[in-house]
């Protein structure tokens, strides 16, 4: 009951605090807060299964959201026939090149598992087909990225439904998590830490270097949303009727034709963004949902009982008969297509794909930071986390700014006291954080809403 009562505690108090925000700020930034929050507890709630479910340290988080990330252009965005006709061929010829050099290292490693050289034979393959593959697909790459260099560059994608993408994100991250776990997930916890971190950075460059790809840095804007656009509400008769409806009061205050129409048309143009920003939070709130019924139930499982008991003593599990391996290896995979999930979430509700932005701090660290402090191994701990923490993240600037303009009121404005505390406003983030969760892990180690301990 006492659990209970603390969840229902902690979501109420962000849910003021998000009120607050919109009654003092506006409510189209309470509702952006809002949809990064749903964002990034999806994301914390990945973390949280490897973690707190099954103890992997991931420090590939970075990686597999810019996987999620690329999916949204490849599936949305429309492709680029003229690229696809001066090398799409070499593409696709250097693409079955590499199928079949992974096919021909899968079929030595599990065909001839006791011959003596067969790790230098895979050596010597790896090494010879890195040239041939630069070698075919170069020609192919040099001219789709001649193509209209400044506005495409790339192939395109599939010009489907952008939450399709999130599914291939998912889909994707999956795979790429299933070759990352048989090669990193029998190594000690700490190289495992390690070696994720070295991957999702090898993952962003390639990302950011391969501009057939995703362009890299050009980026890749006006992405499809599964949301309306502001221009097209503002043109719509239901939507300016219904604003007109629910402003009447103000509207009949004004007797002014020209002035009523003018102050109509601004309270379209503002309810507009909030309207699109309402209907992503819908979304989102939606997937947190569903995200958070099937994680609660898989924990509440056998399946989960049986993780909780891998995490907790390996050895023993083995001595139970668990396939330890197997199961660390589908939950890897489980967690990183969340990621992969949220990632195309993201970059879905920013409108476009930027891979420079992929920085450790940011997609690696800060949701780590979310699932420590919100509680590991409880998924409305994984949830409040991401709440609590991006709700930190955001406001601790405005909130430093009024402290300081509180405090030093009565100081010119030339002063240099009052100058350096507000040029020192944007590093205030980090000193929160820090102070957050210091006093977290002094007084609720185990995080806001710990781990239930779930007795049979």
């Not at 590939?60 to 965005?77: D, E, K, N, R």
Request: aromatic letters at 12%; charged letters at 10%.
């Amino acid at each position: 009951m006492t659990k209970n009562f603390d969840v229902k505690i902690s979501f109420t108090i962000m849910a003021v605090l998000i009120a607050l925000v919109g009654i003092f700020q506006s409510w189209g930034v309470a509702l952006s807060i809002l949809n990064l929050c749903l964002i990034s507890a999806v994301m914390s709630m990945g973390v949280n299964i490897q973690w707190g479910f099954a103890g992997l340290i991931n420090f590939g988080v970075m990686g597999f959201l810019a996987i999620g990330g690329l999916a949204t252009v490849l599936v949305s965005v429309p492709p680029v026939y003229e690229a696809w006709a001066a090398g799409g061929g070499g593409i696709l010829i250097s693409g079955l090149f590499l199928l079949l050099v992974i096919v021909t290292i899968y079929l030595i490693n599990s065909k001839i598992p006791k011959f003596k050289y067969k790790n230098h034979i895979i050596f010597l393959i790896i090494i010879v087909s890195i040239p041939l593959l630069k070698f075919i697909s170069g020609p192919a790459i040099g001219r789709i990225e001649s193509i209209n260099a400044a506005t495409s560059g790339f192939l395109g994608g599939a010009n489907l439904p952008i939450i399709l993408s999130w599914f291939v994100g998912g889909i994707l991250s999956a795979l790429v998590a299933f070759i990352i776990g048989k090669i990193c997930l029998g190594l000690r916890s700490d190289y495992l830490a390690i070696s994720t971190l070295l991957i999702s950075g090898i993952v962003i460059t390639i990302v950011k270097h391969e501009e057939w790809l995703s362009r890299g840095v050009k980026n890749v804007i006006g992405l499809k949303r599964p949301a309306p656009y502001e221009t097209n509400l503002q043109k719509t008769d239901w939507f300016i009727n219904a604003i007109e409806f629910f402003n009447t009061s103000k509207l009949s205050n004004i007797i002014d034709l020209e002035a009523r129409a003018s102050l109509l048309n601004q309270l379209v143009i503002t309810s507009s963004g909030i309207f699109v920003k309402l209907c992503f939070s819908i979304i989102f709130l939606i997937v947190v949902l569903t995200l958070l019924y099937l994680s609660e139930k898989a924990l509440n499982s056998p399946w989960g009982r049986m993780m909780r008991a891998i995490r907790d003593n390996e050895d023993a599990a083995k001595a139970m008969g668990k396939n330890v391996v197997k199961q660390h290896l589908f939950i890897f995979m489980l967690g990183s297509a969340i990621i992969g999930f949220a990632g195309a979430m993201l970059v879905t509700y920013d409108g476009l794909f930027t891979p420079s932005s992929y920085q450790p701090l940011r997609y690696t660290f800060l949701i780590w930071v979310m699932v420590l402090l919100g509680g590991t191994g409880n998924n409305y701990g994984a949830i409040l986390g991401g709440f609590a923490v991006w709700f930190i993240w955001i406001q601790s600037a405005p909130f430093a700014l009024f402290i300081i303009n509180l405090l030093t009121n009565h100081l010119d404005e030339t002063s240099y006291l009052k100058e350096h505390l507000r040029d020192s406003v944007p590093y205030f983030r980090y000193l929160m954080m820090g102070l957050g969760l210091l006093l977290v892990m002094r007084y609720r180690p185990m995080g806001l809403l710990p781990e239930k301990v779930i007795k049979n």
